[in-house]
């Protein structure tokens, strides 16, 4: 079982920056691939970003690629979202998920991921 906790979103005028972490619990996180969703009010969760295991390959959405890096630190079990030149279409609850990957492969699609964090809210005013 693994435990994701997310933490740095906030509010944040168009066009500044957030730096989000994902933490993960346990003690073999370069096995796992990580990703970034989000989920906007009366929208459905969305893929972001993606990253194998470890760290060698990444994947982004169209509408945030150029805007955000997806990068990660083994030894301390945490994935990052740099998010930068932010938009308001950019507010939504952001999600890191995990799915156990040794192959080094990336994952887009939700329902590829087996853990989930609870979120952290990202509010981009214009």
């Known amino acids: 079982q693994v435990q994701l906790v997310e933490s740095g979103g906030g ?4 066009g ?6 994902c933490t993960a619990s346990g003690r073999t996180f370069s096995t796992y691939a990580m990703g970034w969703f989000r989920q906007a009010p009366g929208k459905e969760r969305e893929f972001v970003a993606a990253i194998s295991g470890g760290g060698g390959i990444t994947y982004y959405a169209g509408s945030v ?3 955000f890096t997806i990068s990660r630190d083994n030894p301390k079990n ?16 952001y999600y890191c998920a995990a799915r156990r990957d040794p192959y ?11 853990y989930w964090g609870q ?4 509010t981009v005013s214009s």
């Open 16 to 21: 500044g920056s957030l730096r989000l972490s």
């Open 119 to 122: 979120g952290t809210q990202v």
């Open 104 to 114: 080094g492969s990336v994952w887009y699609r939700s329902n590829e991921y087996d």
């Open 65 to 67: 690629k150029g805007r």
């Open 11 to 14: 509010l944040v005028q168009a």
């Open 78 to 93: 945490t994935v990052y979202l740099q998010t930068n030149s932010l938009k308001p279409e950019d507010t939504a609850v």
